[in-house]
Structure formats: structure tokens, C-alpha cells
Nanobody, 118 residues
Framework: QVQLVESGGGLVQPGGSLRLSCAAS????????MNWYRQAPGKERELVAT????????TYADSVKGRFTISRDNAKNTVYLQMNSLKPDDTAVYYC???????????WGQGTQVTVSS
């Protein structure tokens, strides 16, 4: 059974930092591209960051470039999202996603709430 478990969310003041983690089990983690999405109330789910299988490539939404960093540790089956200089617009539920496009495999975590507010 595949499980993706996010952690690290919470309440932070504007300008603060958080580090999200997503621990994966039940899948060949090294073979999956890993993604972080977010969904704010009343908005569509948005792709925030992507990292390739061997960490050779990362991509970011324009809204988070220069502030967020995605990384992965294949030995720990874990992907991270370091979020710095947080803004109120970053408030959302953040979801971890594992994707193996060639095989059409796609898994999601349950989400973790990030709230940026003073």
C-alpha cells in the first residue's frame, strides 16, 4: 500500500520559514518524480515545485521562485520543501505527489495546512 505522509505545516508570521517533509512508503521512491502542490480556499490546486528522480532537475512556480527549495533524499524516501520569506498568499493546504508518468502512476498525500498570518 502506497503512503505519502506530509508533515511540517503550521502557523507562521509573514517573512518566516517552514520546512515541509513528505515520507513515502510502499513504492519505488527513486523512480518517481516528486511534486508539491498547494490549494488555497476557493482556488484550484496549483503545482508549486517538482524534482526529478535523481534530483538533477527542479522547477518552480513563478510565485515561489527564489523563496522555496525542493529537495529529496532517496535513501530516506523523503521529499522536502523549504519555504522562506513566506507571504500571506502562500496560505494553503500543501500536498505531496509522486508521479511516474510513463506508467501512469500517481499518488497523493493527505495534505498539510500552512497558514501565514500575523
Amino acid at each position: 500500500q502506497v503512503q505519502l505522509v506530509e508533515s511540517g505545516g503550521g502557523l507562521v508570521q509573514p517573512g518566516g520559514s517552514l520546512r515541509l517533509s513528505c515520507a513515502a512508503s510502499g513504492l519505488a521512491f527513486r523512480s518517481y518524480a516528486m511534486n508539491w502542490y498547494r490549494q488555497a480556499p476557493g482556488k484550484e490546486r496549483e503545482l508549486v515545485a517538482t524534482i526529478s528522480t535523481a534530483s538533477s532537475s527542479t522547477t518552480y512556480a513563478d510565485s515561489v521562485k527564489g523563496r522555496f527549495t525542493i529537495s529529496r533524499d532517496n535513501a530516506k524516501n523523503t521529499v522536502y520543501l523549504q519555504m522562506n520569506s513566506l507571504k500571506p498568499d502562500d496560505t494553503a493546504v500543501y500536498y505531496c505527489n509522486a508521479a511516474w508518468k510513463r506508467l501512469g502512476l500517481d499518488y497523493w498525500g493527505q495534505g498539510t495546512q500552512v497558514t501565514v498570518s500575523s
